[in-house]
């Protein structure tokens, strides 16, 4: 059984910042391209960053890029992202997620997540 279990979540002032972590099981996460996911209140699902199995690509959305950072501990079956320069815009609940297919876009592509953390930016 696939699990993803997001940790790291939280209530933080704008500017700051977080370090959220994704432990994988039930699949081969070393082989696996993964990504995070987000969602708003009220709104649809925004894909935030990918990281292939190897480590050395990486994608980034544009809302995100240049204050968040991917990465993975392929040793550990660990998922990472960095979040920096918090905005209260990237207030939503984070979502690890694992490739299911290879689809137009990267959200059709990681349909498999896990429950979630919640961050929340705001004074």
């Known amino acids: 059984e696939v699990q993803l279990l997001e940790s790291g979540g939280g209530l933080v002032q704008p500017g700051g910042s977080l370090r959220l972590s994704c432990v994988a099981s039930?699949?081969?996460?070393?082989?696996?391209?993964m990504s995070w996911v987000r969602q708003a209140p009220g709104k649809g699902p925004e894909w935030v960053s990918v990281i292939y199995s190897g480590g050395t690509f990486t994608r980034y959305a544009d809302s995100v890029k240049g204050r968040f950072t991917i990465s993975r501990d392929n040793a550990k079956n660990t998922l990472y992202l960095q979040m920096n320069s918090l905005k209260p815009e990237d207030t939503a609940v984070y979502y690890c997620?694992?490739?299911?297919?290879?689809?137009?876009?990267?959200?059709?592509?990681?349909?498999?997540w896990g429950q979630g953390t919640q961050v929340t930016v705001s004074l």
């Open positions: 997620a694992r490739r299911t297919s290879y689809a137009a876009s990267w959200l059709d592509s990681f349909r498999s």
């Open positions: 039930g699949f081969t996460f070393g082989s696996s391209d």
